[in-house]
């Protein structure tokens, strides 16, 4: 299985950046994708999710109405639109994966809940 999270890049306060994630070696339609960001300094955060048909997505407080969770099951991919970001949302930002369907964002939130990582790639905005 692996994940491949691109897209990151240093971009000035209220840009827009589309992060994605490309999948392989699993069955992509079976799978929950999160993504979550590490900060320097800081803790691994949780930013969104997308259940497998993509009918649900969470985020997290500090992105909801900035940034939008998308998945196509065709190429096995899932994207991460972000606007308006803030010199705060710089970070390495990660996929991961989850054989789970969450009834929840606190389920959702837990990266103990993703069995599959990426690597991750780094978003950093400028003010």
């Known amino acids: 299985v692996q994940l491949q999270a691109s897209g990151g890049g240093l971009v000035q306060a209220g840009d827009s950046l589309r992060l994605s994630c490309a999948t392989s070696?699993?069955?992509?339609?079976?799978?929950?994708v999160g993504w979550f960001r590490q900060a320097p300094g800081k803790e691994r955060e949780f930013v969104a999710a997308?259940?497998?048909?993509?009918?649900?997505?969470y985020y997290a407080e500090s992105v909801k109405g900035r940034f939008t969770v998308s998945r196509d099951n065709a190429k096995d991919t899932v994207y991460l639109q972000t606007t308006n970001l803030k010199p705060e949302d710089t970070a390495v930002y990660y996929c991961a994966a989850a054989a789970r369907l969450f009834v929840d964002v606190n389920y959702a939130s837990m990266s103990g809940n993703y069995a599959y990582w990426g690597q991750g790639t780094l978003v950093t905005v400028s003010s």
């Open positions: 997308i259940v497998r048909s993509g009918t649900t997505t």
């Open positions: 070696g699993l069955t992509f339609i079976t799978y929950t």
